[in-house]
């Protein structure tokens, strides 16, 4: 029986990792093999990387799902344990594959996460502990300029969570940083070669909250160009490359990327580009979500496998449903075949399965476009996307891919926004309110409906239209390899509205090609042939009844993606 789509579902889903997918103590790990059987090993992120991201997603899921995670408490306690009282940074212990140490990356992500918790349940000593991190800002040279890019929304959600102005001047020093002095961000809004997504779209949401903050519109636009550049590497889906053209024949797509490609669109969306919200939608809708680890047998588990201190053996495919994936591909859940190449020769040579900092980062994604689905403000119900919402003033229900029907039960006197889809004509639409057709107005992508009162059924309908388009993925800027120009991988896409219902490849796929990370031929997966067939949709072709997918209300305080709305 088909559901309406709802991101609680896809939160309640991730549960199974966040609690599973550690170790005894609580520790989760980084890396997941692709050995027979898989394995999962502990490695030098698992500290202030994974495991805040986890804390961070595990409190987003919550305020999801009304459910808390069996770890989240033991994580905040171990990440407060982790900061050195003297220096204010978290600093990783020495262990057999962890050198130990404080970095700009952990900070970063650890600041953020704390930051969040404080949101959630506002506490004068972590407020504290949280200044005092802030404090620590200028301990970290500027050498690692992605590094600097990545800080500013931490510190951006510091100064505005706590009122903490040397938050913002830090953020401010960085963003001079990263747009003048060592700009990672060229001339003309574009990325270098090579650069990481994740940094890059990290780095973005944070400027554009450090623009609004400070009201720097050529910053904002600075900001909003890049991000239209990001949008034509994207093939239309929500498949971003984790690298930006890289040298070789591998195109993967990072969850944690997509993680803030979305948050960077809500945020110009929420501040004077509504026209992004419907880009933004089948993001989600699509390679987001199949980018959530649900049919894992591809990776041959051992039931029993026993622990070691540094690996876990056991029910490794059965725990990871719930993650993320950390390199797909249109078609499957690995783009490729690649091995760690850093750490101790017991993780050296082994084939990447996950990535599980998109562990956290995945969740925290859902939660971004959940918060913004829609929104009430000052007597306004939007509904920006159309998705399932629970608010105290509406139960927003969306029915596509099934039928063209959005309905809304409204529980407060107020106006009405709906975005009319970017495939519907607005001439196509039709509002009845009680079941009687009730004439709307339109500005923009949004239709109107002022006045409305508690208790009203308004339904929304339009026809949701199949087309077929063909697009293409790969490297575009990238040179040669021996063997000619790299490679590019075309496929059919079938859209329902704004739902991909079929992704064929196109052409016969090449089973292996250059890897730039390996300086090697490596195993490819853009055919039908590979680990974890995503998009098997096709029976969203037909119409249908679907049931309503159990929703959870949105009460909750925390947000960074609408900050230009605060205090207009
Ligand atoms: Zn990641």
Redesign the pocket.
Known sequence: MPETFALETYARRAFNYLDRMVDADGLPYFNVFWERPAEAAHDWPDYGDVMTRALQGAVMARHMTGRACVNEKRWLAKALGYVDPTTGLLTRPKTTWCAGGADAGDYALTLYALVTVYDDAPDPELAAEIRKMVDAFPTFGKENTGYVAFIIKSLMAAARSLGYAKAAQYAGECVRHVTVDTPIIQEDNTYATGGHM?IFTRGLVGIADYALYVKDPVLFSRVDAAYRYIRTLDPGFGFLPEVVDRQGDVIAC????LMDYVGLGVTLANNGHPEYWGGIERLVRNHMVESQAVDNSWLVSDPVGKDTDQFTHREIGERMVGA?A?WSSPTHFLACKEFLHWGGPELRGKARAF????GG?GTHAYYIAWKHASQFADGVLSVNMHLDKLLPQAEVRCFQPWRGLLTIALKADCGVRVRIPDFARKEGVRVTIAGKETPFSVSGNFLRLAGRKAGERIEVRYPVPVRVEKVTIGNRRAGRSSEGQFRQYSYRVTWKGDTVVRMEPVGRMPKSGYSDFEKSKVELYYGEDGPGRLYRRAHMLADAEPALAELHEDTSPVDYWGTGLRGR
């Open positions: 994740h990072e969850t944690c990327a993320y950390g990535q599980n900092c998109c980062s």
